[in-house]
């Protein structure tokens, strides 16, 4: 099923917000460079082009079948996902983190972060425990931001980023709500950049 107009507005409350949200708190700004893991999921993807909305420099970790997409979006660098980031970065190299992947390389996003850089998370999908060295985080002064809530004005921005075409919300595939089963294999299969969206019937008049 194509997508309609209103289903790209139905991203925003969620992905879209959630991504804004984690800039807004982090004060992504222009030039700066910002790191964003899961760039081809829902939020991910948000945050691509929301943070090169900002004028900032993006470079985003996703699955290598999936690069062209997420250059497409906006990305200025792709890393393929388990990569090395110290490695294809170097140490002290970028302002922010957006991470909503957590996991094993969790303590290399430190590493990559520079002195007063700030690290902002809101999902954990590689795995919610991960390893700290305190020392990191107070000798580079980082700031770590845990992102869900979001003021309204985030909300408000977003519509009107939409509006003026600063952005365009992705739906990978849209499934009538009967097709809920093939939409959750779909979502676990991971084959896709976006967001995917469930259609509620329509009322008969």
């Known amino acids: 099923m194509p997508p309609t107009r209103a289903q790209p507005r139905a991203l925003t409350p969620c992905a879209y917000s959630t991504a804004e949200g984690m800039l807004e708190r982090a ?9 964003i893991t899961g760039a081809s999921g829902g939020v991910g993807s948000a945050a691509v082009q929301l943070a090169k909305r900002r ?25 393929a996902r388990g990569g090395n980031l110290v490695a294809a970065l170097g140490a002290d190299s970028v302002d922010v983190v957006v991470d909503l992947v957590a996991g094993p390389q969790w303590p290399q996003l430190c590493e990559v972060l520079c002195r007063g850089g700030r690290y902002t998370v809101s999902g954990a999908i590689a795995g919610p ?3 700290l060295d305190v020392r990191t985080l107070y000798l580079k002064d980082l700031t770590f931001l845990g992102c869900t ?8 921005n977003l519509i009107g980023y939409i509006e003026r075409g600063e952005i365009r ?5 849209s499934y009538p709500l ?17 967001k995917l969206v469930l259609v509620p019937p329509q009322e008969k008049a």
């Not at 420099?57 to 660098?77: N, S, T």
């Not at 919300?169 to 595939?173: D, E, Q, S």
């Open 55 to 79: 004028g900032a420099y993006v470079i985003a970790v996703c699955g290598e079948q999936k690069r062209d997409d997420v250059l497409a979006l906006g990305a200025d660098e792709v890393i």
């Open 149 to 156: 809530w979001q003021p309204r004005a985030v909300f408000e």
């Open 178 to 194: 009967e097709q809920i089963v093939e939409a959750q294999e779909a979502f676990m299969a991971k084959t896709f950049t976006g």
């Open 129 to 131: 425990l991960v390893e």
């Open 169 to 173: 919300p992705l739906v990978a595939k």
């Open 27 to 35: 004060r992504l700004g222009a030039e700066e460079r910002v790191l």
